[in-house]
């Protein structure tokens, strides 16, 4: 195998009991369901300024949380959920993080009211380059600052670098044909 530089999350991941599953099955690969991106937006707001590591420790309770990520049912969230959510120690307890994700999840029923589904809106606003997108989120959702945008976008396959060319999962990625690669 060809060397993987070091300081890249590859050779970070690989190997790795916790960020090795998600590096060689989720990382980069597209996402078809509106649920699952939505679960990928919720886990990069909530990591900001924390390791992705606590994100992948807290993964399970973000899901139990946020009702699977169920759009239409976060959206209906109100202030006794934002309360439940502040007390539950499985999450990160950050209000803001907490209602940018109650609000986002009402910004994406309204986009699928009138667009169809998440995953149609990131494709008719692709491409773009990372300055684009992140005017664009800035516009439509709430805590979603360039990391943010950029990490979401890496991770879904919107933007290429998720893998070095020479890790391994770099061709399975590019099999599935994420966006990126359609250019």
Not at 6 to 21: N, Q
Not at 49 to 70: D, H, M, Q
Request: charged content about 30%.
């Amino acid at each position: 195998m060809k060397e993987i530089p070091a300081g890249t999350y590859c050779r970070i991941a690989i190997g790795d009991p916790l960020h090795g599953p998600y590096h060689d099955e989720e990382y980069g690969f597209p996402i078809d369901s509106d649920e699952g991106l939505f679960e990928r937006l919720v886990l990069e707001i909530n990591q900001a300024g924390l390791s992705w590591a606590t994100i992948l420790r807290k993964r399970e309770g973000f899901k139990k949380a946020y009702r699977g990520f169920a759009i239409d049912k976060v959206a209906m969230f109100g202030g006794a959920d934002i309360e439940r959510l502040l007390g539950d120690a499985s999450i990160i307890r950050n209000r803001l993080k907490v209602e940018a994700a109650i609000e986002n999840a009402r910004r994406l029923r309204e986009i699928r009211e009138t667009g169809g589904s998440f995953r149609a809106w990131l494709d008719r606003h692709h491409p773009r380059d990372k300055a684009g997108w992140v005017k664009l989120f800035k516009s439509t959702f709430r805590f979603t600052g360039g990391e943010i945008v950029g990490e979401f976008l890496l991770s879904t396959g919107y933007l290429p670098g998720a893998h070095h060319e020479n890790c391994p999962v770099y061709k399975k990625v590019k099999a599935k044909k994420p966006a990126w690669s359609r250019l």
